[in-house]
T-cell receptor
Framework: GENVEQHPSTLSVQEGDSAVIKCTYSDSASNYFPWYKQELGKRPQLIIDIRSNVGEKKDQRIAVTLNKTAKHFSLHITETQPEDSAVYFCAADDLVGNTPLVFGKGTRLSVIA | NAGVMQNPRHLVRRRGQEARLRCSPMKGHSHVYWYRQLPEEGLKFMVYLQKENIIDESGMPKERFSAEFPKEGPSILRIQQVVRGDSAAYFC???????????FGSGTRLTVV
């Protein structure tokens, strides 16, 4: 089955700097890669996703890149703000049969004002 | 659209009691997923259901845990004879189809005393 590794587990940046979170996956059949943001005590929320026919996708200050050959994808947040502080999860969809999203273990991002 | 509704938000049970967690998916969503989250940890898959069918229960312990998604009404995650180790946040998510982003509910925080 699919296995998703996420790094780093914690990340601190100064406000205004960029943050990068990286994930690798094991199943070359995976073709859907969403990112979720979870604020303390709240539900995970989808912030951006990418599919295997696209190498990069941007939405304002966030972007995701995908390298299918290397089986890794990354989340980039530019001009970080204190409200970006949260736990971020990457996930991959293995389309073998009817399998669910497999999540990475999360990255706790702290943006220091 | 009210989103994914989970109840109760908080549930306290004594060891040996039963816990019933309910999840109503978003309107138009026929895929329901249950995940468990321990403090400072990621989202661990438990079970994936479509109406009246369990598609994948590979993440759910064989004993004491069961799930259903009846034709009418919410999906239910049932934990019998709860133990302290069952204390966690249980999140339900729904999607309209496979290979699509999930919408999560607010979770049920189960505390076993």
């Amino acid at each position: 089955g699919e296995n998703v590794e996420q790094h780093p587990s914690t990340l601190s940046v100064q406000e205004g700097d960029s943050a990068v979170i990286k994930c690798t996956y094991s199943d070359s059949a995976s073709n859907y890669f969403p990112w979720y943001k979870q604020e303390l005590g709240k539900r995970p929320q989808l912030i951006i996703d990418i599919r295997s026919n696209v190498g990069e996708k941007k939405d304002q200050r966030i972007a995701v890149t995908l390298n299918k050959t290397a089986k890794h994808f990354s989340l980039h947040i530019t001009e970080t703000q204190p409200e970006d502080s949260a736990v971020y999860f990457c996930a991959a969809d293995d389309l073998v049969g009817n399998t669910p999203l497999v999540f990475g273990k999360g990255t706790r991002l702290s943006v220091i004002a | 659209n009210a989103g994914v509704m989970q109840n109760p938000r908080h549930l306290v049970r004594r060891r040996g009691q039963e816990a019933r967690l309910r999840c109503s998916p978003m309107k138009g969503h026929s895929h329901v997923y249950w995940y468990r989250q321990l403090p400072e940890e990621g989202l661990k898959f438990m079970v994936y259901l479509q109406k009246e069918n369990i598609i994948d229960e590979s993440g759910m312990p064989k004993e004491r845990f069961s799930a259903e998604f009846p034709k009418e009404g919410p999906s239910i995650l049932r934990i019998q004879q709860v133990v302290r180790g069952d204390s966690a946040a249980y999140f339900c998510a729904s999607s309209p189809r496979q290979n699509y982003g999930y919408t999560f509910g607010s979770g049920t925080r189960l505390t076993v005393v």
